[in-house]
């Protein structure tokens, strides 16, 4: 079948980046669906993982968000059957979705929302699950509880977690949700999303936050620059608030949180699957959570660009878009 993916860490100037693989169709393993892909979007774990050799010197699939239809199963599935249409991100351990067909555990997967498009739904598995791990697992809220007095600060609000966790927050929970972008285009995409405020992540974050009459907030998402922001984001915690990080801010001195007691807390999608948790059921879960959420119009797609076809072509520009860092919501590739 026809796959794209690298054979060794690149940059994304280099000649072999990204290559066209002739590879096998997977078999599904006993608890795998099989899935005709028709979507992908890209992430940043994308590009980070063609920066990396793959293991043990074979190639590598990548592409972790993905709507297909189920055309095979192993003898252990029971909650899907061939027909099916699903979305997923699955996992990085495993051969990706910029693939004809890839095989993924069932209980990563979830019956694709009913009102989206193909292209539309491929823009949300990774990140609605990293929003929603780092809101209800990571800063322990709950769900549906709609009263509160607290707020919560997301640095780097237009991209694609950004603007799912936005959306998460603001229909979910009672908190006031304050996103930050530089742009004219991005504050109105956060507004789209639902923001309450938005702010700008080139002046220090605790005046701005300042600006607009809110001294402190209680949670904070970082998303992006985490690092660049730390100092100025202890100073607009609350005591006792909590910080969750996505990004790779290298070396992180946690030691300013403690005259606080702020917590400090990792969120990672893809730890589930890489480590086979007993509760790995839960992201299947939570993706059948967020398409019910987008059926009944309370969630929206973050899509912003269909780029094209999955070719080789439009595969390197969005990885391009991606390292530019100037994305706004998802872009997504649709279609063989």
């Not at 774990?45 to 709507?67: F, M, Q, W």
């Not at 009102?115 to 209800?136: H, K, R």
């Not at 959420?293 to 990885?319: F, S, Y």
Request: charged share 25%; net charge negative.
């Amino acid at each position: 079948m026809k796959a794209f993916g690298h054979i060794r860490a690149t940059r994304l100037d280099e000649a072999d980046a990204l290559v066209e693989l002739d590879i096998p169709a997977p078999e599904p393993g006993p608890r795998d669906v099989v899935v005709e892909i028709s979507a992908v979007s890209v992430n940043p774990v994308d590009t980070k993982l063609r920066s990396i050799a793959p293991p043990n010197g074979e190639a590598r699939v990548l592409g972790y968000d993905a709507v297909g239809t189920v055309v095979a199963t192993g003898g252990q599935v029971r909650g899907f059957r061939a027909g099916d249409r699903v979305f997923y991100a699955g996992s990085s351990l495993r051969q990706g979705s910029n693939a004809r067909f890839q095989a993924v555990d069932e209980r990563l997967i979830a019956r694709a929302p009913e009102s989206l498009t193909d292209e539309e739904a491929a823009a949300l598995p990774l990140t609605a699950l990293t929003a929603w791990e780092l809101l209800f697992d990571r800063l322990g809220l709950r769900a549906g509880e709609m009263e509160s007095p607290d707020a919560l600060l997301i640095v780097g609000g237009a991209g694609g977690v950004g603007s799912i966790l936005t959306q998460i927050a603001r229909r979910l929970t009672g908190l006031e949700v304050i996103a930050t972008a530089s742009r004219p285009e991005t504050v109105e995409w956060c507004k789209a999303m639902g923001a309450h405020h938005v702010i700008d992540h080139r002046r220090p974050l605790d005046q701005e936050l300042a600006r607009i009459g809110i001294p402190h907030v209680r949670y904070v998402a970082g998303l992006t620059a985490t690092g660049q922001h730390k100092e100025a984001i202890v100073r607009a915690l609350a005591p006792q608030g909590a910080l969750a990080m996505i990004d790779d801010p290298g070396e992180f001195d946690i030691m300013p949180f403690k005259r606080k007691s702020l917590s400090v807390h990792w969120e990672y999608m893809f730890a589930r699957p890489v480590f086979d948790t007993p509760d790995m059921a839960v992201q299947g879960r939570i993706l059948g959570q967020v398409a019910s959420l987008v059926d009944a119009g309370l969630l929206r797609t973050t899509l912003k660009q269909v780029i094209g076809p999955i070719t080789l072509e439009n595969l390197r520009k969005a990885h391009e878009l991606m390292e530019s860092g100037k994305g706004i919501g998802k872009a997504v590739l649709c279609g063989f």
